[in-house]
């Protein structure tokens, strides 16, 4: 199918994409459109693995400001804005080299569903967690992620049934605020997260308050309302209700069984490891919509339940019934591992059947020789 997306974001029309426009004309010809966005997430990922190496529990920002060196949050501003620009110009340069295909629109969007877990949790050590008297808690955390998955969800479930997607506008403001964010943590420390900024409010409360603020009250009626609208103009992908909801099936049973595991868990599974637990997360949902993703591109319906909650219910059982008892976290570590080696298992299947298909290689604008 055609692949078309709406962007209305004044931000981004006004501002951003004339930056783009001047970026592209910097890249090289002979570039697959790929390798700019593959680039944008491993300098996502190095990122994230630097910033855990200086803060693995999210305690450094609270507990001692100096912990994490300066360099490393300008290196985070830069590789932020770098795989910003990145996301934003593989499209244009695909177009631009006439090498748009499926498997660049997949790729975009499969590495954009785990890069947008990574963004969050790098932020998280800006704030830092809840020492008693600044910082957020993990569940603040838990919540905060889930927010940010579950606007990511309801694009691309709208895409699913409207065939058009339309970019949110919290992405290009939250790649704003977090560049914003890194280089005045840069310059002021760590320490203006720990002061009241307004009225005994905190930054990171006024973040958290608009992030949900965004979500519920205009992301989401802006899904339903376009939803709705493709309805009455009799453009949906899916005639009836079942097949339009569908694909929320397994990304909520993802969630209630996450969440269950938080609550319930005997050892406080995620104040022991919340670097381990979110990425966990942030893993199993990718994988998630990387597979609404796939239905939505090659028109195909999803299966109800996602293989990935079958393990998963079983772990947060044994947990929660104190079947595990002091192995609770080398289990999660476990499965944690587990999951993601599944998932750029994955990732590298897809991609190799579809390069294979499309007779295309990913990395390279060179035509596959034919056998």
Known sequence: SQYS????????VYIMQPIWNKIIKIVPLWIAPNLLTFSGFVMILFNYFLISFYDWDYTASGTSPGLVPTWVWLFSAFTTFCAYALDSIDGKHARRTQSSTPLGELFDHGLDSWATSIFVLSFFSVCSRDNGKTGVSVYTMYIYLSIVLFNFMCSHWEKYNTGVLFLPWGYDISQVVLIAAYLLTSAIGVEIWQKPLLLGYYITDILVILLIGFSLFLSFPQTLYNIH???LKKTLKNDSLYEGLLPLVS???????????????PSNILAKQPRLFLWMVGVAFSNVICKVIICQMSGT???LFHWFLFPLALVVYAAISGLLGWMEEAVLATFTALVTAAHVHYGVCVGRQLSEHLNIYIFSLKKRVQE
Do not use: I, M
């Open 5 to 12: 997306a709406v962007d209305t974001n004044p931000l981004s």
């Open 229 to 231: 609208r493709a309805h």
């Open 251 to 265: 990304p909520l049973l993802l969630f209630v069984l996450l969440t269950v595991w938080v609550v319930l868990s």
């Open 301 to 303: 319906r999803p299966e």
